[in-house]
């Protein structure tokens, strides 16, 4: 069997165990999910059931519950393989370390990220969302969720070794979310309105791009650093 063979044996044996370990602990699906809905249901409560008024905040309203939701399940991505020992384990393993946390990520998009894409189009209804938006929704949050996922990996692996990090893990992440969230609520606006909003894809997907890349680099780098 050649390098890369092993390689990505190695890749998606991580990500089926990641897989098979959240299957066995629901919570971590569908606490993020119940809270995603949570926050997106209390809106019409609190606003009211005025149709133009929740048309007009539907956007952020969605984009910002799904960037929380996202930042709520971050916490656990390493924090269980570095108290039992395998975070080490892969440390010290032969294959690509960036390949290896790629996997953690992908299998954290897996479970975070594609029930939030499925979802949100239902919560959209709730919240009067404009018809001609809905395909605008479904791409930013499909090109941007795995954003949320990369980047917060990063904060995620530097603060792995902290008892209490969760406050200063949103100070890391939160500034790194904030392009993504502008420009994704943009092209929701824009689509509503019948203007053109691929640019705001293509920006949206750069990113993606940019972070697939880089990512996975940066947060092996912070796991050696937080473990030394």
Excluded at 31 to 49: C, D
Excluded at 79 to 99: I, N, R, V
Excluded at 142 to 166: C, D, E, Q, R
């Amino acid at each position: 069997m050649n390098k890369n063979s092993r390689c990505s044996q190695a890749f998606f044996t991580l990500l089926k165990r990641d897989l098979h370990i959240a299957i066995r602990h629901k919570g971590d699906i569908f606490n993020p999910l119940l809270f995603f809905i949570l926050v997106v249901t209390l809106f019409p409560l609190a606003i009211g059931p005025d149709p133009k008024v929740l048309s007009t905040i539907a956007p952020g309203v969605i984009w910002v519950a799904a960037l929380l939701a996202s930042m709520l399940s971050l916490e656990r991505l390493f924090k269980a393989d570095y108290t039992d020992g395998s975070l080490e384990q892969m440390l010290l393993s032969p294959h690509p370390l960036s390949l290896m946390v790629l996997a953690k990520v992908l299998a954290h998009w897996i479970l975070t990220g594609v029930p939030l894409i499925l979802i949100a189009p239902l919560l959209a209804v709730l919240l009067h969302l404009d018809h001609n938006s809905y395909g605008a929704l479904m791409a930013t949050l499909t090109l941007g969720t795995p954003v949320l996922s990369l980047l917060g990996a990063i904060g995620v692996a530097l603060t792995v070794g902290l008892h209490k990090g969760g406050v200063l893990l949103s100070l890391l992440i939160l500034p790194l979310y904030i392009p993504v969230l502008i420009f994704a609520t943009t092209a929701i606006d824009s689509a509503g309105l019948n203007l053109p909003y691929s640019g705001h894809l293509a920006i949206i997907g750069a990113m993606l791009i940019g972070s697939l890349i880089l990512a996975p680099f940066a947060i092996g780098a912070s796991l050696r650093v937080s473990t030394n």
